[in-house]
């Protein structure tokens, strides 16, 4: 069945299976690119949703750092910045929370804002409470201790002026226990000690009893009032300094207590959401590494499969196309060797090739037919030389039987019989030259058997095209897969960049920790250094810094998670590579068309050639019908031309002198004529500039001859075209050449280039109008170059070699 089908119908079905093919494998090409761009989209928005939970843990870290500070210093500062990030914190909590879709992380983060909530609540707290007791410490405590110290150091005054030694003993205790009840007051409240507060007690006992004691000792009811009124100081202060414990114990309660907890909470759940993130992040990894592979052998296993079904098809055509076509090139040959025994195969197929081998077949008959009228030929030839030696004998019967007169009718016969003898000649001379028309017929359809077999090479040729094609096509689907082999491999740098940002985030939990320890530190320092607090201070700062390590750290998260985003973009780009690859592999597909389109013009070739020799076979039969008449007309023709023979002989003579001189200049080849040929007029004793003028001239030879054969107007067209291109290209080299060799003469031969180069440009216009002038334009070109070339072009060359030798070598080594 395949044999019956038409070359343009195995072509077109050859190829449309090559660009199925192509088109499964750009589709899963594809569907992988789609796949790993919506995982790389997804894997980026696991990144910035850890991301913004690492945010979020680094700034509640740092609001708890400010939050635990002002607990400790009371700073406003360190309040408003509590308060300006925890709004942010909340905001950053709810925008993630409307933006997040997956019930477990919603679920996370829905804790994680009431956290944050209770906690700023229960820092409102702090800070109320905090105000309300460093009043009662600025207003009441601090004027009522004060208060009762001072009158206690005037009754001591006056009890040292009037030297009552018994009620200064008792004062000077009350002094003493009033200072100590005033200074582990001042340690429990600014270093928030709790320890001192028996101490406090005890002080507050004592200072009652020496009160109580300096009453009982009174001289009058002035002392008695004093000590009643330091009592009632002492008391009130002390209750002051219960409401202060209370309130402070509240805020110690809240921040190490509830809010402690609200922030353990927070983190745990950030710390999930990273976790979650994480897991996820593998998952996509490990996704994306999986259709990355599969995409892989997707590809390969189609791929392959082209190559070997592309290899197969190109196989099946050379031997459809090739195989039938170097038969019938065979069997061509063996008739262009007169061997009319070989067999035509392929006529029974309906192909070209078919009809091709049907075409022979006819030739093949047509040259055996031909043989045959050239064996009738010779037959008649003889008997027509047997019948003239019959005339002959019967002439010279007649020549022996006459007498006297009869001599002259005898010569005359003679004179007669030359004649017809020289016309027979003549006619034999004419069927000569039929035979080499015969011949020359014969001649023409052997060139087109020629025709027919470089018509095969180029369909071989064309085949050949296509396996390399597919051999490219091939290739293609090899890059796409190395490409696809560099996404993986930015996707693995995608996932090491994410492990570093959980690096840093461990970093930052690090750095809270410290904190905690440095805040723990400053309370123990402030403790031991009492009021002066310069221990306190020193610790202050140095939490200070590390809370800016923290938003240090923070910082380098943010750049991490731009790397990630550049790894994005580089995949990106590696998927863009891999589109231009299948564009190339398109390219592929139109260069494959290319080539079907050169196979259906060597066929068209070789239909018209075929055609051409059953021209050249009818041209055969004319002639032997030509030759047919000539013997016919033979005998008529003697009578006709006898008194003529003598002239007709010289006529002949000086003919075949004139002919063979017009045969001996026309013989040669067009191809091998000079129409400007190159002589040592023209040498410049330069061997590269020699070498320059002579390719030029073989050019202009070149061309020239193609016109003689006879090409076509739009041929002729282009010859022109490229000479004018080719010699405005030779005339700019050579000014290039003599400007850097510093020719004093340039600008005269550039006006010599100009002025010819203006000529022939006319020349060549009008011949585009319609002109057939084409070879005016040759010769003025020749008669220009002999002249330039032998003059103004020797004349640079004896500058070069008197002037610029240096320059010469130059041109040699270029």
Same mark, same amino acid.
């Given at each position: ?20 093919? #192509? ?5 899963? @090409? ?16 696991? !990144? ?67 956290? *944050? ?32 110290? #001072? ?29 100590? %009840? ?8 600014? &270093?928030? +000690? ?85 897991? +996820? ?45 170097? *038969?019938?090139?065979? !069997? ?92 027979? @000649? ?8 039929? @035979?080499?028309?015969?011949? *020359? ?77 440095? %805040?723990? &530190? ?24 590390? @809370? ?37 592999? +398109? ?35 004319? &002639? ?80 020239? *001859? ?6 076509? %107007?739009?041929?002729?067209? %282009? ?59 040759? +010769? ?35």
């Amino acid at each position: 069945m395949l044999s019956h089908m038409r070359l343009r119908t195995k072509l077109v079905l050859s190829f449309m299976v090559v660009l199925v093919l #192509m088109i499964v494998t750009s589709g899963l @090409a594809y569907k992988q690119f789609m796949m790993v761009a919506h995982e790389v989209v997804e894997y980026a928005h696991i !990144v910035e949703g850890a991301s913004k939970a690492s945010h979020i843990e680094a700034r509640f870290l740092k609001l708890r750092t400010h939050a635990r500070e002002y607990a400790v210093t009371g700073n406003k500062e360190e309040g408003a910045q509590v308060e300006k990030i925890g709004t942010v914190l909340v905001d950053d909590l709810k925008r993630a929370l409307s933006e997040n879709q997956d019930p477990e992380r919603q679920a996370l983060l829905k804790e994680m804002l009431e956290d *944050a909530q209770k906690y700023m609540s229960d820092f409102a707290s702090v800070k109320k409470l905090d105000e309300e007791y460093r009043n009662l410490v600025r207003n009441d405590m601090m004027p009522k201790g004060l208060q009762m110290s #001072m009158e206690l150091d005037g009754i001591l005054q006056e009890v040292v002026r009037n030297d009552t030694n018994e009620i200064r003993t008792h004062i000077e205790n009350a002094i003493k226990h009033t200072l100590m %009840a005033r200074l582990y007051s001042n340690q429990l409240i600014g &270093n928030k +000690d709790v320890t001192v507060e028996d101490k406090v007690r005890e002080e507050f006992l004592r200072l009652h009893q020496s009160v109580k004691e300096l009453r009982a000792v009174a001289r009058n009811a002035q002392d008695l009032e004093l000590a009643d009124h330091i009592d009632q100081l002492a008391t009130s202060y002390e209750q002051t300094l219960n409401q202060v414990i209370e309130e402070t114990s509240e805020i110690h309660h809240l921040v190490d207590g509830e809010m402690k907890g609200f922030a353990r909470e927070l983190v745990e759940d950030a710390e999930k959401l990273q976790i979650l993130a994480a897991e +996820d992040e593998s998952r996509i990894s490990a996704e994306t590494l999986a259709n990355i592979e599969l995409g892989e052998r997707e590809l390969i296993i189609v791929g392959l499969s082209s190559f070997v079904l592309g290899l197969g098809m190109a196989w099946w055509l050379g031997g459809t196309l090739a195989k039938p076509v170097q *038969a019938i090139t065979k !069997v061509m040959h063996a008739l262009a060797n007169n061997d009319l025994n070989v067999h035509v195969p392929y006529t029974e197929n309906r192909d070209e090739l078919g009809d091709m081998a049907s075409s022979v077949e006819h030739f093949k008959e047509a040259m055996a037919e031909v043989k045959r009228m050239e064996k009738r030929q010779q037959e008649d030839k003889l008997k027509a030389e047997a019948q003239r030696r019959v005339a002959m004998i019967q002439m010279a019967d007649i020549f022996e039987s006459s007498v006297g007169k009869v001599v002259e009718a005898v010569t005359s016969a003679a004179t007669q019989l030359q004649a017809s003898a020289g016309q027979m @000649a003549h006619t034999a001379k004419q069927t000569s030259e039929q @035979a080499t028309n015969v011949s *020359a017929a014969t001649e023409e359809a052997s060139a087109n058997v020629q025709t027919v077999a470089s018509a095969s090479e180029e369909l071989a040729s064309a085949n050949s095209e296509i396996g390399r094609n597919m051999q490219n096509s091939a290739r293609v689907t090899a890059d796409a897969a190395s490409k696809a082999q560099e996404t993986h491999e930015t996707v693995i740098s995608m996932v090491d960049e994410v492990r570093r940002i959980t690096s840093f985030a461990e970093l930052i939990s690090q750095i809270a920790d410290q904190t905690n320890m440095l %805040a723990l &530190n400053a309370t123990i320092e402030s403790a031991r250094a009492g009021e002066a607090g310069k221990g306190f201070a020193v610790v202050a700062s140095e939490v200070k810094l590390l @809370a800016q390590q923290t938003a240090d750290a923070t910082e380098e998260i943010v750049n991490q998670i731009r790397q990630v985003n550049l790894v994005t973009q580089r995949a990106a780009r590696e998927m863009e590579n891999i589109s231009q690859c299948i564009g190339e592999a +398109d390219k592929l597909s139109n260069s494959v068309a290319s080539t079907i389109e050169e196979q259906v013009a060597a066929t068209a070739e070789i239909a018209r050639s075929v055609e051409q020799a059953a021209q050249g076979t009818q041209m055969v039969a004319n &002639n032997i019908t030509m030759v047919e008449q000539a013997s016919g007309e033979t005998g008529l023709a003697a009578q006709e031309i006898a008194l003529s023979s003598q002239e007709l002989s010289k006529q002949a003579e000086f003919l075949r002198a004139e002919v063979g001189k017009f045969l001996e200049n026309i013989r040669a080849s067009n191809e091998n004529k000079q129409f400007l040929a190159w002589c040592d007029d023209f040498s410049c004793d330069i061997k590269v500039i020699d070498d320059h003028h002579k390719t030029f001239f073989q050019e202009i030879n070149y061309y020239h *001859a193609r016109m003689l054969d006879g090409i076509t %107007a739009q041929e002729v067209d %282009a010859s022109l075209n490229r000479i004018l291109i080719s010699f405005e290209e030779h005339l700019r080299e050579e000014e290039s050449e003599m400007r850097q060799a510093q020719y004093s003469q340039v600008e005269s031969h550039c006006a010599a280039h100009n002025e010819i180069m203006a000529k022939l440009n006319q020349i060549a216009q009008q011949h585009f109008d319609g002109d057939d002038i084409s070879l005016d334009f040759f +010769d003025a070109l020749a008669s220009w170059l002999r002249e330039h070339t032998a003059k103004e072009d020797r004349d640079f060359a004896q500058y070069l070699k008197e002037e610029r030798p240096d320059f010469i070598v130059q041109l040699e080594a270029a």
